[in-house]
Each structure stands twice: as C-alpha cells, then as structure tokens.
C-alpha cells in the first residue's frame, strides 16, 4: 500500500493478520497454551454473541529515508526530504509489477473465482520500521 505521501507502506492489520496467525499456528495446536488466539487477538462474533477487541496494536509500517529516519505524517511539498534518493525511488510512476492469479486451497490457479491481482516489488534499501503494545488482559495470563 502507499501512505498519504504516496510512499510506500505496510497496513497494522496486515501485521496483525500474520503474527495472529503465527500464534495460532504455534499455539493453538498445543494443549497447554497460555492464551486463546481470539482473546488476545480479538474476534468478531455473530450478532448473538458479543466479540472482544483485539488487545494487540500494530502501526503503520513506515518507511525510511537514506538517515534512517522514519517518514511519518504528510510531508510538506518544500520539505528537504523529497530529494532524498530512498524516497525518489520509492514514488516512481513505474515500479516493478508481477502479476499473480488467485489460488485455492489445493494451490492451483482458481477456475470459481476467477481472478488476477498484481505486487509491487519495493527495493532491498527499503526499511520500515512499526511499533506495537499490547494491553493487559486481566481475566487471562499472559
């Protein structure tokens, strides 16, 4: 995804959505677990039950500059770091595309729903940084 400047960025959600996974694959698979997936990642229920909050929050993955400075909010259009090489790269009109099709479960191109998506490939100087916290649950461990 790109940011409001237009940079490069990796959504909290999707950060979210592998290390939720990660857990439950980790976890989830063994007895003793020290917490419910859905308790410390949250859950949306059905309108009957009520779900709970995710109690893990992720940032925005933000891109740095050639300082190694993060690049966070809307940058004024006189800013200095527009010349900065890393972010002149990273706003070309033209970045390297793939183009994918969408799998199923068996990892073969999918005939009932049928469609294409493409990636945009981002450079090996690109680095991002996040910050996450997580409250506390008291009715669990953790």
């Not at 949306?44 to 039950?49: G, I, N, P, Q, Y």
């Not at 970045?95 to 005939?111: G, I, Q, T």
């Amino acid at each position: 995804m790109r940011d409001a400047n237009g940079l490069p960025a990796i959504p909290g959600s999707s950060l979210a959505g592998v290390l939720r996974h990660a857990y439950q694959d980790h976890y989830d698979a063994e007895t003793e677990k020290p917490i419910n997936t859905n308790a410390l990642f949250g859950s949306a229920k059905e309108e009957e039950e009520k779900g709970n909050p995710s109690f893990v929050h992720i940032s925005w993955g933000c891109l740095h500059d050639q300082n190694n400075e993060p690049i966070e909010g809307l940058l004024d259009p006189n800013d200095k770091r527009w010349d900065d090489d890393i972010l002149k790269n990273a706003l070309e009109a033209i970045p390297v595309r793939r183009d994918h099709v969408k799998l199923n479960h068996r990892n073969v191109s999918d005939a009932e729903k049928q469609g294409k998506f493409e990636r945009i490939i981002i450079l090996d100087d690109h680095v991002f940084s996040i910050s996450f916290y997580k409250d506390k649950i008291y009715n669990n461990k953790i």
